[in-house]
């Protein structure tokens, strides 16, 4: 959105020539641009979407240390945790059993939602060390004109950084609570034959919280309720990225274990066997080229994988007596290519039409479920699913001030057939300081292989799932009030159809998905983002949002009505040394049991030197800095109903570049 752009541009130009320039001038200077909500670079005014553009210098400033928390620092987003994975919500809607599936999750353009769970991972389990994030595009509302599957709330399109940006070798080690360390090892390199090398590798350890107490376990064969040494966290990831003219490869791999304290599913609580494990990689090889006569090309083809694995140790027969447990495992694998073609190009100077299709081929998926010792199989399927998507969109300069942005998209799936999505915004700027956005969306989310087809001790199949989908409309203003001051105003509507949920059968306690829920959200919220001279930067949001089942009028789990966020950037000593302070509030949400999560707020602080030391980069982050009690709802395999989170936390992370 357009409040983000002064934010941006004080970053590219010298503060001193900036004082000297009328406003207009100023609105001039390198006005941010967004790749991901219509596929091509466009200003972030001219977006049929409302878009915030999260820049490395915030990621830095703020100390965010993952994606969730760069996401929990944005407008109406929110990112709840259960010790195992983070769950985004966005706009109140953050449904148990949903692992991300609603977000379409991208790496420069790159699909990062595996087809099992459609995952989309953004705490540790996240592809990329965040220090290697240039920006983040959040583009809110549905994106299945142009993505398919899964853009059906937001679109998130992490850019990394390039070798330009690095221009040498870059190392990096943080250490923080828990015994948390990271050290990161990043290279870039321009040769002079026009090939461009980008490098990067992490490695993340954490002990995690040694002690968690639960009261639901506060038996003496459970410990009394203590979960110990059961919070580990331990990930390896790295990227590579090769360009050459018109070439780039890029692969990407993520490795984590994550041990689970809290004893879902009815495993056996304080075991030191429950962990889960999560792989994913690709390798994407894109071509882009512009005729001659005005036509520009993007395709690329690419291979992704995924794994997974999780051990439930499940107490059979006398609690707390170690020999009567039984390891029972999942164990999924995924493998998949696909391939996609795009072109642009204008029409009568008015138009600019973007045309593409794309083919994905799930060749391998394969789900397992089984007891270890004595050997027993509950599950053993493999299935492979096929889709294709074609789509058309016209940005159309109707007059001067005034934009039709229109697309529709195509879609046919093996499982479930095909589903046709249109999205249509009108833009009307009628000064440089107004723009007026009016916006509606439909988007579809095809059930998983998951859902289709999972069976296990705990869970039941359904097969017979439909997708489900949504229709938005939406109306944004971005104001600019007075110099340096912008205004974000959006009014929005969701209505959801044949929403998947996970849900426990009554007849036998186990879970299950089903079409079970129409939903509607209604909502407004409110941006002011200021950016001085002097390098000050702020920015305050606040969220009123309701979303509701349409059948019962009732609330939905995990909604919160009321999010307010705070974020100041402030200089200490010329461009070298700063600080940035964070204040988030959410308020409570409704739990599966019909209890409430209470509201929360959380201040987090971090001081930021830059080149203080040459060539030396050094951060301080303290984060819940005044040790708020909080907590989460737990979802349907948790006996918790409030999953409860750490208190003060501290890091401290070095980077020096040679």
């Given at each position: 959105?357009?409040?983000?752009?002064?934010?941006?541009?004080?970053?590219?130009?010298?503060?001193?020539?900036?004082?000297?320039?009328?406003?207009?001038?100023?609105?001039?200077?390198?006005?941010?641009?967004?790749?991901?909500?219509?596929?091509?670079?466009?200003?972030?005014?001219?977006?049929?979407?409302?878009?915030?553009?999260?820049?490395?210098?915030?990621?830095?400033?703020?100390?965010?240390?993952?994606?969730?928390?760069?996401?929990?620092?944005?407008?109406?987003?929110?990112?709840?945790?259960?010790?195992?994975?983070?769950?985004?919500?966005?706009?109140?809607?953050?449904?148990?059993?949903?692992?991300?599936?609603?977000?379409?999750?991208?790496?420069?353009?790159?699909?990062?939602?595996?087809?099992?769970?459609?995952?989309?991972?953004?705490?540790?389990?996240?592809?990329?060390?965040?220090?290697?994030?240039?920006?983040?595009?959040?583009?809110?509302?549905?994106?299945?004109?142009?993505?398919?599957?899964?853009?059906?709330?937001?679109?998130?399109?992490?850019?990394?950084?390039?070798?330009?940006?690095?221009?040498?070798?870059?190392?990096?080690?943080?250490?923080?609570?828990?015994?948390?360390?990271?050290?990161?090892?990043?290279?870039?390199?321009?040769?002079?034959?026009?090939?461009?090398?980008?490098?990067?590798?992490?490695?993340?350890?954490?002990?995690?919280?040694?002690?968690?107490?639960?009261?639901?376990?506060?038996?003496?064969?459970?410990?009394?309720?203590?979960?110990?040494?059961?919070?580990?966290?331990?990930?390896?990831?790295?990227?590579?990225?090769?360009?050459?003219?018109?070439?780039?490869?890029?692969?990407?791999?993520?490795?984590?274990?994550?041990?689970?304290?809290?004893?879902?599913?009815?495993?056996?609580?304080?075991?030191?066997?429950?962990?889960?494990?999560?792989?994913?990689?690709?390798?994407?090889?894109?071509?882009?080229?512009?005729f001659d006569g005005g036509w520009n090309l993007k395709?690329?083809?690419?291979?992704?994988?995924?794994?997974?694995?999780?051990?439930?140790?499940?107490?059979?027969?006398?609690?707390?007596?170690?020999?009567?447990?039984?390891?029972?495992?999942?164990?999924?694998?995924?493998?998949?290519?696909?391939?996609?073609?795009?072109?642009?190009?204008?029409?009568?100077?008015?138009?600019?039409?973007?045309?593409?299709?794309?083919?994905?081929?799930?060749?391998?998926?394969?789900?397992?479920?089984?007891?270890?010792?004595?050997?027993?199989?509950?599950?053993?399927?493999?299935?492979?699913?096929?889709?294709?998507?074609?789509?058309?969109?016209?940005?159309?300069?109707?007059?001067?001030?005034?934009?039709?942005?229109?697309?529709?998209?195509?879609?046919?799936?093996?499982?479930?057939?095909?589903?046709?999505?249109?999205?249509?915004?009108?833009?009307?700027?009628?000064?440089?300081?107004?723009?007026?956005?009016?916006?509606?969306?439909?988007?579809?989310?095809?059930?998983?292989?998951?859902?289709?087809?999972?069976?296990?001790?705990?869970?039941?199949?359904?097969?017979?799932?439909?997708?489900?989908?949504?229709?938005?409309?939406?109306?944004?203003?971005?104001?600019?009030?007075?110099?340096?001051?912008?205004?974000?105003?959006?009014?929005?509507?969701?209505?959801?159809?044949?929403?998947?949920?996970?849900?426990?059968?009554?007849?036998?306690?186990?879970?299950?998905?089903?079409?079970?829920?129409?939903?509607?959200?209604?909502?407004?919220?409110?941006?002011?983002?200021?950016?001085?001279?002097?390098?000050?930067?702020?920015?305050?949001?606040?969220?009123?949002?309701?979303?509701?089942?349409?059948?019962?009028?009732?609330?939905?789990?995990?909604?919160?009505?009321?999010?307010?966020?705070?974020?100041?950037?402030?200089?200490?000593?010329?461009?070298?040394?700063?600080?940035?302070?964070?204040?988030?509030?959410?308020?409570?949400?409704?739990?599966?049991a019909d209890n409430t999560a209470h509201g929360y707020?959380?201040?987090?602080?971090?001081?930021?030197?830059?080149?203080?030391?040459?060539?030396?980069?050094?951060?301080?982050?303290?984060?819940?800095?005044?040790?708020?009690?909080?907590?989460?709802?737990?979802?349907?395999?948790?006996?918790?109903?409030?999953?409860?989170?750490?208190?003060?936390?501290?890091?401290?992370?070095?980077?020096?570049?040679?």
């Amino acid at each position: 959105m357009f409040s983000m752009a002064l934010s941006s541009r004080a970053d590219d130009v010298n503060l001193a020539s900036l004082k000297s320039l009328s406003f207009e001038q100023l609105l001039k200077v390198n006005i941010p641009t967004v790749y991901g909500a219509s596929k091509h670079d466009q200003k972030i005014t001219e977006a049929p979407s409302d878009v915030t553009i999260i820049t490395r210098e915030e990621i830095q400033k703020f100390g965010y240390r993952t994606l969730a928390e760069i996401l929990r620092s944005v407008r109406d987003f929110y990112v709840t945790y259960d010790r195992d994975y983070g769950y985004i919500g966005v706009r109140g809607f953050n449904r148990p059993g949903d692992f991300g599936g609603r977000i379409l999750l991208l790496v420069d353009g790159h699909r990062l939602n595996e087809p099992i769970f459609d995952s989309a991972f953004n705490m540790t389990d996240f592809i990329l060390d965040v220090d290697v994030i240039e920006r983040v595009e959040i583009i809110r509302g549905p994106g299945s004109s142009l993505y398919g599957d899964n853009a059906f709330f937001a679109v998130i399109n992490v850019i990394t950084r390039k070798a330009a940006d690095v221009k040498g070798l870059e190392v990096s080690g943080a250490g923080g609570s828990f015994e948390s360390f990271k050290e990161r090892v990043t290279f870039g390199h321009v040769f002079s034959s026009g090939l461009e090398v980008f490098m990067t590798g992490s490695l993340l350890q954490s002990e995690g919280n040694r002690r968690l107490y639960y009261k639901e376990f506060n038996q003496p064969e459970n410990n009394y309720g203590t979960a110990e040494d059961l919070d580990g966290d331990h990930s390896l990831s790295g990227l590579t990225t090769v360009s050459y003219k018109e070439f780039t490869l890029q692969a990407a791999y993520v490795r984590r274990v994550k041990d689970i304290p809290t004893a879902s599913y009815g495993v056996a609580f304080d075991d030191p066997r429950s962990h889960s494990l999560d792989e994913r990689g690709y390798v994407n090889l894109s071509y882009a080229h512009e005729f001659d006569g005005g036509w520009n090309l993007k395709t690329n083809v690419y291979f992704d994988s995924y794994r997974y694995s999780e051990d439930y140790p499940n107490d059979i027969a006398n609690p707390g007596d170690p020999r009567d447990i039984v390891v029972n495992r999942d164990q999924d694998d995924a493998k998949w290519w696909g391939a996609q073609l795009q072109l642009t190009r204008r029409f009568f100077s008015s138009h600019l039409v973007t045309l593409g299709a794309d083919y994905r081929d799930d060749f391998r998926l394969s789900q397992r479920n089984f007891d270890v010792q004595p050997a027993t199989t509950y599950l053993n399927v493999t299935n492979g699913f096929a889709n294709y998507g074609v789509f058309l969109q016209d940005e159309w300069s109707v007059v001067k001030h005034f934009m039709l942005n229109a697309g529709v998209r195509y879609d046919y799936f093996t499982t479930v057939g095909g589903t046709v999505n249109p999205r249509a915004a009108l833009i009307y700027s009628p000064t440089d300081k107004t723009t007026l956005k009016f916006i509606y969306g439909q988007a579809f989310r095809a059930p998983n292989a998951y859902e289709f087809f999972y069976a296990a001790p705990t869970q039941e199949r359904n097969p017979g799932l439909k997708p489900e989908h949504i229709q938005s409309y939406e109306l944004e203003l971005e104001q600019t009030i007075t110099k340096g001051l912008l205004l974000t105003a959006d009014v929005f509507y969701n209505r959801v159809k044949d929403l998947i949920s996970e849900e426990t059968i009554p007849s036998n306690g186990l879970l299950t998905y089903r079409n079970i829920d129409n939903t509607e959200t209604k909502g407004l919220s409110l941006e002011l983002d200021d950016a001085w001279a002097n390098g000050i930067k702020a920015r305050l949001s606040y969220t009123l949002q309701r979303t509701t089942d349409t059948d019962t009028g009732q609330t939905l789990s995990d909604s919160p009505g009321h999010m307010a966020k705070f974020n100041l950037i402030l200089p200490l000593y010329k461009d070298k040394i700063s600080t940035g302070l964070e204040v988030q509030y959410t308020s409570s949400v409704s739990t599966l049991a019909d209890n409430t999560a209470h509201g929360y707020a959380i201040v987090n602080w971090t001081l930021f030197a830059h080149e203080l030391i040459r060539r030396c980069e050094m951060s301080a982050s303290l984060y819940n800095l005044f040790n708020s009690r909080y907590g989460f709802p737990g979802a349907e395999e948790h006996r918790q109903d409030v999953i409860r989170q750490d208190g003060r936390t501290f890091r401290l992370e070095l980077t020096y570049r040679f």
